[in-house]
């Protein structure tokens, strides 16, 4: 990677039928029939640049998700929870696949953001 930034998701995945105590509550949506899948991804990044080439990409993929619209079952990314350190996404079993796609495009868009910025600059302006 261009200046040492790096960014990383690494999976912990739980298979059950309930929402994770720690996103209860929250606005997140929970799949309403069948086998659930809660897959948690750990964020490692090596700065605050790699942590918004992250959110940069999570930006462009939903813009995506709106303007082209989901395939029937398809999973969208407004349903993870991210904070700084994880992403949790709990759907159903059959969209697990898509779902690791889906982070496995957003991880490899924000490398590409990382690796094309010039050495000592953010990769987009801060929001």
């Known amino acids: 990677m261009y200046g040492g930034m790096t960014i990383a ?10 929402l994770p105590a720690h996103i209860e509550g929250s606005n997140a949506l929970a799949p309403s029939d069948g086998e659930t899948v809660t897959l948690r991804f750990r964020i490692t990044a090596t700065d605050d640049e790699a942590l918004e ?37 709990t759907v159903r079993t059959s969209q697990r696949e ?9 991880t490899a868009r924000a490398q590409r953001t990382l690796a094309e910025q010039p050495l000592g600059t953010s990769p987009l302006p801060r929001r």
Do not use: I, M
């Open 9 to 18: 998701l690494e999976l912990e995945e739980r298979t059950g039928t309930s």
């Open 53 to 89: 080439a992250l959110r940069h990409a999570r930006r462009s993929l939903l813009r995506e998700e709106w303007t082209l619209g989901l395939d029937p079952d398809e999973p969208s990314l407004e349903e993870a929870v991210f904070s700084v350190t994880d992403v949790v996404w």
């Open 98 to 106: 898509a779902c690791l796609r889906k982070l496995g495009e957003l």
